[in-house]
């Protein structure tokens, strides 16, 4: 080549490592390798792929074993060496009883891995051949590097998972590449550098905490410089954004729980005590000793809160059996909702029967109008029902109410009900029992002898309920359960 002729090597066994030729030559050297009855092969470059099909583990078994006889034979003859230790076995098939067999082949008087889900060319595959384990792979892998910095609070296997994944990505740079990371990672660096002085300065604030020196470790480890700690800058500049945070919002207020018992608090206090010598520390030794007694302590802290919640959610079932059993229905509704907890109520978006989501109230109350129109005014059936007359009429007052029969109405009214329309609550109405007798006995009586209703009564309450929590977006209104309330006598 270009008058230049290349050096002659005799090559006694394998190939040499990075040659160019040397994967061609291999193709060609291998490629009168045995093939096998009902059972195919597949090659890419060195790695080796056989394949059977049967309704039988047992036949399976005796093809790939034969086949792999016949290998060791073609093997000893072209002196190539086979690894056993590098084959792994597998199934494929929707046989749920059998998903726990596995192929038992001996190769070289060596057993075979059987592997559930191998990795072929970079894909890994599982028993049905759903591929749910590779993308699991990758998106553990994608979550991984989108990660967020942990805290300088969060627990030390998450920290160690992280610099851990940071320090392999490291790893995997070329030598001539110039590195830099950027962003946010929880972390505080002080302005001592003793011991770091070669990839920090003195210009950071505060005091060095865990996840500080964490950092400042890795970028020793990788030969780099934090720069934001080189140059001087005004303290206001390094704390712009608390300082503002604070002179805007305040200080953020401690949200203690009302369960948590004196005796916890105490030892969360001791905890963020230990915390601080840990942060502290300089030496290994200490260090651990520190990380020691923190996590008795914090296990400690753990023990507490269970204890004093499992405590309190006991004093609330007790109040709320209490007030089942002296039918005091407001303390019972008050302590369920606390033994609950959080309910977030979510307005769906009302559809028209096309599907179209409906914004503005108007077409909102319009498609009301039309769904109720609809369901109230059905046309007669087609054959009327065939009901027979009763034995014996009922024996019903059709006078107008009495002052005695709304006086026993008013007093079944239940306390601590919220008021409907009108506003007024029941407590009101019980306050001058007499006064209110005789107004609604004057009301009801006119509506009784015209037989009609007050205009204002005439409107009705629409209550949406949704089937499930998990409903899905309606597609029209009647996939709910609508109530339509309307004031008369029940």
């Known amino acids: 080549m270009d008058g230049r002729k290349n050096r002659w090597r005799l090559q006694k066994n394998g190939l040499p490592q990075g040659s160019v030729l040397a994967p061609t030559l291999f193709n060609i050297y291998t490629n009168d390798q045995p093939e096998f009855d009902r059972t195919r092969r597949f090659i890419y470059a060195d790695d080796l792929c056989l394949a059977t099909q049967s309704t039988s583990f047992n036949a399976i078994e005796t093809r790939l074993t034969d086949a792999l006889s016949s290998l060791t034979n073609y093997y000893t003859e072209n002196s190539l060496n086979a690894n056993p230790s590098k084959t792994q076995v597998c199934a494929f098939h929707l046989n749920n009883h059998q998903a726990n067999t596995k192929l038992e082949i001996i190769w070289n008087d060596q057993p075979l891995k059987y592997d559930e889900h191998p990795v072929y060319l970079g894909v890994t595959l599982d028993r049905t051949l759903s591929f749910s384990q590779h993308a699991m792979n990758v998106n ?96 206001i500049h390094k704390n712009i954004w608390h300082e503002t945070c604070e002179e805007t919002l305040g200080k953020k207020k401690s949200d203690q729980k009302e369960w948590i018992s004196a005796e916890t608090i105490q030892k969360l206090n001791l905890r963020k005590t230990k915390k601080e010598i840990i942060n502290t520390s300089r030496t290994r030794a200490s260090k651990a000793q520190a990380q020691k007694e923190y996590t008795e302590v914090d296990k400690d802290v753990k023990r507490s809160v269970r204890k004093d919640k499992k405590d309190f959610i006991d004093r609330l079932a007790t109040q709320a059996e209490e007030a089942a059993g002296c039918g005091n229905l407001k ?85 601590g009900k919220a008021a409907g329309p009108d506003e007024i609550p029941p407590e009101a109405i019980k306050a001058d029992m007499e006064t209110s007798v005789n107004l609604l006995y004057d009301l009801l009586g006119k509506i009784w002898i015209k037989e009609e209703m007050p205009a204002e009564r005439r409107e009705g309450i629409v209550i949406k309920l949704p089937k499930k929590k998990e409903t899905p977006v309606i597609a029209t209104i009647t996939e709910e359960l609508c109530f339509y309330l309307s004031p008369g006598k029940f």
């Open 140 to 235: 553990a892998k994608v979550a991984a590097r989108n990660m967020p910095p942990p805290t300088n609070d969060a627990e030390k296997e998450m920290k160690d998972s992280f610099y851990q994944q940071l320090q392999a990505e490291l790893d995997n740079k070329k030598t001539n590449d110039i590195t830099i990371l950027m962003g946010d990672f929880n972390v505080k660096i002080g302005a001592d550098n003793k011991g770091y002085e070669e990839i920090m300065g003195t210009h950071g604030i505060g005091q060095m905490n865990e996840n500080g020196e964490r950092f400042a470790d890795l970028c020793a480890l990788n030969q780099m410089v934090i720069g934001g700690s080189i140059f001087p800058h005004k303290n």
């Open 331 to 415: 303390e019972l509704y008050s302590t369920t909702k606390k033994l609950a907890g959080k309910f977030q109520q979510t307005n769906k978006p009302i559809k028209d029967k096309d599907g179209n989501t409906l914004s503005s109230t108007e077409e909102q109350l319009k498609r009301w109008t039309e769904h109720f129109t609809t369901v109230l005014n059905r046309p007669p059936p087609d054959i009327p029902p065939d009901i027979a007359p009763a034995e014996a009429e009922l024996q019903i007052n059709i006078e107008q109410p009495s002052k005695a029969e709304i006086k026993k109405a008013i007093t079944a009214l239940r306390n």
